[in-house]
């Protein structure tokens, strides 16, 4: 496994982070071949793992064997759960949602591109590998992991979606929940299944 220290804003702005996915995984295809190669990410890593997913078709690059897109996806954040989830996680109600174009690192990028929000386009979620989408009933961006499993579905990609009930946006990062073991199962096992095929 490898983790990729990419470049985050402030000091980066769009579209630095694909590059360095990219010259990560051409890296990798010197050794491996694509099919063999999966990529994966949860929160701000799922939004980069589909735009490095669209970056690499763009750019010419095979498609790798297989990605996973954990609690968030390939289109905003927006829908009930941006409102629902943090109050019902505890947290203050919000009245207008997070939005990726908000941040500074995507200053100045149009969200009609679809290296930007690949959801955007039918054409580029065609040409998706095997996707694994998780998520919890209480997280943030459910609603971004159900519409994005629905466009993946459309566009006939492979799209498993995995909906624990009671979690919040990156539950998993808690080792000792049995959702979280159930998770990591049903991540080993949908890797397993279309790497190296």
Known sequence: MISIDYRQGPEATFPAASEDVAAVYTALLKRYKPQNIGIYGCSAGSVLTAQSVAWIAAHGLPRPGAVGTYCASLVEAWGDSAFVGPVL?????????????????????????PLVLPGVSAGVLANFPPTLLISGSRDFALSSVLRSHALLVQAGVDAELHVYEGMWHSFFSDPELPESRAAYDAMVRFFDRHLGR
């Open 89 to 113: 996680s505890g947290q203050a109600p919000v009245t207008k949602p997070l939005l990726l174009l908000d941040l500074p690192y995507f200053k100045g990028a149009d969200p009609r591109d």
